[in-house]
Antibody, heavy 121, light 106 residues
Framework: EVQLVESGGGLVQPGGSLRLSCVVS????????MSWVRQAPGKGLEWVSD????????YYADSVKGRFTISRDNSRNTLYLQIYNLRAEDTAVYYC??????????????WGQGTMVTVSS | DIQMTQSPSTLSASVGDRVTITCRAS??????LAWYQQKPGKAPNLLIY???SLESGVPSRFSGSGSGTEFTLTISSLQPDDSATYYC????????FGQGTKVEIK
């Protein structure tokens, strides 16, 4: 069974940092591009960042460029999102999502359950 | 950036009704469009990819059509379990979601 399990969310003060993790199982991780998508409370979905199967290519939404870093450890079947200088508007559920392959653009066929990040003093 | 606009924002229909949701892209995205269903407190679930391809395991009452800038998601016979929010997503250039359509059962 394909599974994505996020962790690392929590309550953080403005200006703080956090690292989210997404541990995957049930498929060959290195063969798939991966993304992070967030959803603010009561709001819609916002794509945040994407990384290729090898980790060599990364993309970011303009709203997070320079503050978020996506990475992956294929030996540990784990995807990461490092978030710096957190702002109130980063408060959201963060989902990791899987591409069916490693060919750039894709629809996300499997999603994790999400991890909540709350930025507040 | 490509913008995605869904309509309506909410709709209320009866069990058995045919329901259609529209999604418009700000520029052509060919057929690089997906539809997701999201229920409260849950992650989104892929229904349709490449505008009209049904994801494995998704009931056949769901269908998608369109290309270029105009797309539709149709539920042929609305069921109680279809109460959810539906999102379109373009993946022609990076990824962008529509604002969502909440479907309620009368």
């Amino acid at each position: 069974e394909v599974q994505l399990v996020e962790s690392g969310g929590g309550l953080v003060q403005p200006g703080g940092s956090l690292r989210l993790s997404c541990v995957v199982s049930g498929f060959t991780f290195s063969n798939c591009g991966m993304s992070w998508v967030r959803q603010a409370p009561g709001k819609g979905l916002e794509w945040v960042s994407d990384i290729s199967g090898s980790g060599a290519t990364t993309y970011y939404a303009d709203s997070v460029k320079g503050r978020f870093t996506i990475s992956r450890d294929n030996s540990r079947n784990t995807l990461y999102l490092q978030i710096y200088n957190l702002r109130a508007e980063d408060t959201a559920v963060y989902y990791c999502a899987k591409c069916p392959g490693d060919y750039g653009s894709c629809a996300f066929d499997i999603w994790g359950q999400g991890t909540m990040v709350t930025v507040s003093s | 950036d490509i913008q995605m606009t869904q309509s309506p924002s909410t709709l209320s229909a009866s069990v058995g009704d045919r329901v259609t949701i529209t999604c418009r892209a700000s520029q052509s995205i060919s057929s690089w469009l997906a539809w997701y269903q999201q229920k409260p407190g849950k992650a989104p679930n892929l229904l349709i990819y490449k505008a009209s391809s049904l994801e494995s395991g998704v009931p056949s009452r769901f269908s998608g059509s369109g290309s270029g800038t105009e797309f539709t998601l149709t539920i042929s016979s609305l069921q109680p379990d279809d109460s959810a929010t539906y999102y379109c997503q373009q993946y022609n250039s990076y990824w962008t979601f529509g604002q969502g359509t909440k479907v309620e059962i009368k």
